[in-house]
């Protein structure tokens, strides 16, 4: 049972948008800041989002992140069948002072 | 060029112990936060340690008391110590570097902006 909740799978065809939600509470999300990865099997994980709704250089702007409350999402305007991977939301917990991760949402392409 | 890489991994049996290593470039270990992180076979990604450029540390409940996360500057080193393995620990476990920082007395976390490929754990007998 993850500390972040994600759903487990989200689906959108290309041209949609498509949004992954990632619930936290107050020690987590609602305090601290947010980031987004991208994994695919085999490879090492990206960050697509820091600080919330920042993107590192050489991430597209299709690629979007904001956080309300105790709540963030991730927004994937454009999925390319090369989009499809699992997507994870991280943050510090000040509570249990340690890192926590959601459990995952698996992006598939119609 | 940025880069981390570990190395370390291997089949031990449970009790055993491992020392992973993760060697980077292109920056300083020492002034850098660094984690920990693996994901166990069809699970996903869990958080296992971080270092502070101050050098303080902190564990997930899961490895605490059998997980020591260190680092070595003068080789631009981190290692994690990992004594009293078991079944659980399965997994390929990744170093990454965060871009956080300290401000107003406290650390934060921004994200995870360099990780390595990973190297992988089995426990088993």
């Known amino acids: 049972q993850s500390v972040l909740t994600q759903p487990p799978s989200v689906s959108a065809a290309p041209g949609q948008k498509v949004t992954i939600s990632c619930s936290g509470s107050s020690s987590n999300i609602g305090n601290n800041y947010v980031s987004w990865y991208q994994h695919l099997p085999g490879t090492a994980p990206k960050l697509l989002i820091y600080?919330?709704?920042k993107r590192p250089s050489g991430i597209p702007d299709r690629f979007s992140g904001s956080k309300s409350g105790t709540s963030a999402t991730l927004g994937i305007t454009g999925p390319q069948t090369g989009d499809e991977a699992d997507y994870y939301c991280?943050?510090?917990?000040?509570?249990?002072?340690?890192?926590?991760f959601g459990g995952g949402t698996k992006l598939t392409v119609l | 060029e940025v880069q981390l890489v570990e190395s370390g991994g291997g089949l031990v049996q449970p009790g055993g112990s491992l020392r992973l290593s993760c060697a980077a470039s292109g920056f300083i270990v020492s002034s850098s936060y660094m984690n920990w992180v693996r994901q166990a076979p069809g699970k996903g990604l869990e958080w296992v340690a971080v270092m502070y450029g101050g050098g303080i540390t902190y564990y997930a409940d899961s490895v605490k008391g059998r997980f020591t996360i260190s680092r070595h500057s003068s080789n631009n080193m981190l290692f994690l110590q990992m004594n009293r393995l078991t079944i659980e620990d399965t997994a390929e476990y990744y170093c990454a570097r965060d871009i956080g920082g300290y401000k107003y007395g406290l650390y934060y976390h921004s994200g995870m902006d360099v990780w390595g490929l990973g190297t992988t754990v089995t426990v088993s007998s």
């Open positions: 600080e919330n709704s």
């Open positions: 991280g943050a510090w917990d000040s509570r249990l002072s340690v890192g926590v």
